[in-house]
């Protein structure tokens, strides 16, 4: 099979463009020809001053990135596209090329961007989903993306175009939800549920179990509000058997979290900063248990299959993806979300129960071989892709852009 795969680079990589590159390779190595169409949101800098008005435009309707897929479509003739991220050079307006040429449209939802103009649902310090319960004019009140009320009005300007010219509703043959979670989030916002499957990320290649001497606990991601890293920091002063904390990662709150833990008087935490792959896989092969604080859903949080894979039991927060993906008592321990309290008794029973966590372990590892192994990927990405070959593809051809109506 010959798939065009789509995907608008952010300026700092994360998680999203592993994901997409792995896809690429496990494509690849299944005998598929893969056609990339990729840009980057650093061509946004060229936007600045007053070319600002012109980058509204192309993150609504973006016409060079539609004549780009539209000559690709004719020239390769893919049987499908699959894409990742449109946002913000890119635009929903391929969608609109690949109905003109008659190709149907997988699309990855890494986050919840289509319903939220911030795509995390979490607003000062909790979860919150009032663009989807009243409307857009919500998240632009609260300036939700970047802290910014007009960064938000173009974001929210962008969805509202494409909602009305049923960009979202018509022109994507099948949706991927990377968990049972999501997918009723996506539902319940309004998406069609006969098109939405469900299909995790994986980890490739396997780094193996981890080692049977564990010295620490350990948090891995951005340092940054929405993953809880506070709520840690006070757990690990209520605890009543000390234990290192390792953190691992970097973010906009490293200074503060480094002067909080020294005004908590926590020498056990050592913050590492941001560690290459095979690094962090190394940590976490001696880790005891992983630490995942969240105070949002989450979207599919790669550092707990890592976890998984290297036997390494996870305590994380009772709600979200990481409820659905970590099972209370099997494979790891849930806490009450942002309750310091509560997930320090729980750190201080996983220490005083060692027997049950390396079960815990074992169990973790299982699951990771049952669901989060490339093997297991490929087969649910193909079963995906038969199903979109023969659903029917929208007809509707929107060759110029769309009016801009106010949010």
């Known amino acids: 099979m010959k798939i065009l795969l789509i995907h608008n680079e952010y300026r700092q990589p994360g998680g999203e463009e592993t994901v997409v590159q792995q896809e690429r390779e496990l494509l690849q190595r299944g005998g598929h020809q893969v056609v990339d169409y990729r840009r980057s949101n650093w061509e946004t800098e060229a936007y600045r001053g007053v070319r600002e008005a012109t980058l509204l435009e192309q993150m609504v309707w973006a016409s060079d990135a539609r004549r780009d897929v539209l000559s690709i479509l004719r020239k390769e003739k893919p049987q499908l596209v699959h894409v990742h991220n449109t946002f913000m050079v890119i635009s929903p307006s391929i969608y609109s090329a690949c109905t003109e040429a008659g190709v149907p449209v997988v699309q990855s939802l890494h986050n919840y961007r289509l319903f939220c103009p911030a795509a995390y649902f979490f607003r000062d310090g909790k979860v919150c989903e009032e663009c989807v ?18 960064a938000t009005a173009a974001v929210a300007l962008m969805l509202h175009v494409h909602r009305l010219a049923g960009t979202f509703s018509s022109a994507i043959t099948m949706y991927i939800a990377l968990t049972q979670f999501a997918r009723r989030k996506f539902i319940d916002a309004g998406l069609p549920s006969r098109r939405i499957a469900v299909k995790p990320n994986f980890v490739y290649p396997d780094p193996g179990v981890g080692s049977e001497d564990r010295e620490y606990a350990l948090f891995v991601g951005r340092l940054s509000p929405e993953k809880g890293v506070s709520t840690l920091l006070a757990a690990w002063s209520r605890l009543g058997e000390p234990i290192p904390l390792l953190v691992v990662g970097d973010g906009p709150l ?10 908590l008087g926590l020498s056990q935490v050592r913050f590492a900063g941001r560690l290459t792959r095979n690094q962090g896989l190394a940590a976490m092969k001696r880790a005891r248990v992983l630490l995942f604080p969240s105070l949002w859903y989450e979207g599919f949080p790669m550092v707990i299959a890592e976890a998984f894979a290297c036997s390494t039991p996870v305590i994380c927060s009772s709600m979200g993806a990481m409820a659905e993906i970590v099972e209370h008592g099997r494979t790891g321990i849930h806490f009450a979300v942002g309750q310091s309290q509560d997930l320090a008794d729980k750190v201080d029973w996983a220490l005083s129960h060692a027997d049950n966590m390396r079960l815990m372990g074992v169990e973790a590892r299982h699951e990771f071989e049952a669901h989060y192994t490339a093997e297991a990927n490929y087969t649910s990405l193909m079963e995906i892709y038969g199903r979109c070959l023969h659903l029917p593809i929208a007809t509707k051809q929107v060759a110029d852009a769309p009016r801009i109506h106010p949010a």
Request: proline fraction near 0%; aromatic fraction near 4%.
């Open 254 to 263: 490293l200074s503060a979290l480094q002067a909080e833990a020294a005004r």
């Open 133 to 150: 319960e009243h409307s857009l004019l919500r998240g632009v009140r609260h300036g939700c993306y970047r802290g910014s009320h007009s």
